[in-house]
């Protein structure tokens, strides 16, 4: 039921309601296209903040973020016991570029990102410059109440499973907060690869 791509007509309707809200969107066929189309937008030398997501491991960009050296990337630091915790949390909050995925998507043009400890919320809603989002197609719904009910019913369960083979967490993941975004205020800001295929949660 969340696995399907939409047809072609409410992925085009969908990136126009996108645009429409302050939220530049590129649409693209294939994981491919969205690599390539991904480090066309990022400008070498950017300080980034890549959030944790299933869609930007799976198109393939985490690698060349982190280990290239033509980036900046924030976790890097977030890993170095030198740097002081408050630090920490203002370079993740303040990164220059913000990137990560979302859960549901509208087809009148707003993003919702659930999250268990929020880390992420804070630079995507308000504090970083520039925030890019990947996702895939299949993320999107017809309105909110189907945005709740896919993020309940669809995401968490998958992510508990992630938790559960990944490091044998049995308890499962968590929704403890949420961000919905409804339109951008500032030009420019926030862009989004809206990819053609099934990926991520």
């Known amino acids: 039921m969340y696995d399907t ?3 072609d007509e ?3 309707k969908t990136a126009n309601a996108l645009k429409a809200n302050g939220i530049e969107t ?4 294939n994981s491919q296209q969205a690599k390539q189309k991904f480090f066309e937008i990022i400008p070498e030398g950017a300080e980034v903040m890549n959030n944790q997501s299933m869609t930007l491991a799976t198109i393939d960009v985490t690698d060349e973020l982190l280990n ?3 980036y900046n ?3 890097q630091k977030l890993m170095d016991p030198n740097v002081l915790p408050k630090e920490k949390v203002i370079l993740g909050a303040a990164s220059d570029w913000s990137i990560g995925s979302v859960h549901a998507i509208t087809e009148d043009g707003k993003l919702m990102i659930a999250s268990g400890t929020g880390s992420q919320l804070g630079s995507e809603a308000y504090s970083s ?3 890019l989002f990947v996702a895939g197609a299949q993320k999107i719904v017809t309105d909110l109440n189907e945005g709740f009910k896919r993020i309940y019913e669809h995401s968490l369960p998958m992510e508990s499973e992630r938790l559960n083979k990944a ?3 049995t308890t499962g993941s968590d929704v403890r907060k949420m961000l919905i975004i409804n339109k951008e205020s500032k030009p420019n800001r926030i862009k989004m690869i809206l990819i053609k295929e099934v990926l991520g949660f």
């Open 5 to 7: 791509i939409p047809s």
């Open 10 to 12: 409410i992925i085009q």
């Open 26 to 29: 590129f649409v693209v066929e």
């Open 68 to 70: 290239s050296g033509k």
């Open 73 to 75: 990337p924030v976790r």
């Open 129 to 131: 410059p520039h925030v």
């Open 167 to 169: 490091y044998n967490i």
